[in-house]
């Protein structure tokens, strides 16, 4: 009889104890969701033709916190005699590997003090070279074996930033609450900045006019 009672006990406090877990495991996520306080912004882009579209970014100027940058390297090919991708935004901190896919030989370098002047020399297909984007800004990037080659880095205080679509829509996601500034960059278009406030589960949408 006591060796039931004990039985019984313990699996009473089992269920108790599972029980307890569950609703402290809960509460722990919803308090932790509601901290997190993440939100939307979503965008649309109006140009007077589509191909303007085409390598426009829309980022967050500022963020009140530190980013640490991927593990994983970020790439840029030279493939078909042109820079692959033409624009890569990028973290502050960011490795870039430069590959050359092609049968000739391929020069990387930037005139930019954002890149630290670069020049990482002339190399054949096949070859990596790297090099790490540790202050903000616009670097241009170049081939001096071919002078018709160029493409440009945006190194970025924060990941908050997205490629605006063919159709001209973004979406910048997982964004913490906040006041902020949108901004929109094309290498030869401007537009004014968005200001939204962000707030948890939400979605702010605003629209640009590329000009």
Not at 20 to 48: H, Q
Request: glycine letters at 4%; hydrophobic letters at 40%; charged letters at 20%.
């Amino acid at each position: 009889m006591f060796s039931n009672n004990m039985r019984v006990y313990r699996k009473t406090l089992s269920i108790l104890f599972f029980a307890v877990f569950l609703v402290t495991a809960s509460t722990t996520i919803r308090v932790y969701a509601e901290e997190k306080g993440l939100g939307t912004v979503n965008g649309t882009v109006n140009a007077k033709k589509a191909k303007y579209l085409k390598d426009t970014l829309a980022y967050i100027e500022n963020v009140q916190n530190t980013f640490e940058p991927p593990q994983e390297h970020a790439v840029m090919d030279q493939k078909n005699m042109a820079f692959i991708p033409h624009v890569l935004p990028l973290l502050k901190g960011t490795t870039v590997d430069f590959l050359n896919s092609d049968m000739v030989q391929h020069n990387v370098y930037s005139p930019d003090a954002v890149a630290d002047n670069v020049n990482l020399g002339t190399w054949l297909k096949g070859e990596v070279r790297s090099f790490t984007f540790n202050k903000l800004g616009i670097a241009s990037m170049l081939c001096n074996v071919h002078v018709d080659m160029f493409a440009y880095i945006l190194v970025l205080q924060n990941p908050y930033f997205a490629r605006v679509n063919n159709d001209g829509s973004f979406s910048i996601t997982n964004l913490p609450e906040g006041k902020y500034t949108v901004k929109l960059w094309h290498e030869r278009y401007k537009s004014e900045d968005r200001q939204v406030e962000v707030k948890a589960n939400t979605t702010n949408t605003i629209a640009f006019e590329l000009k």
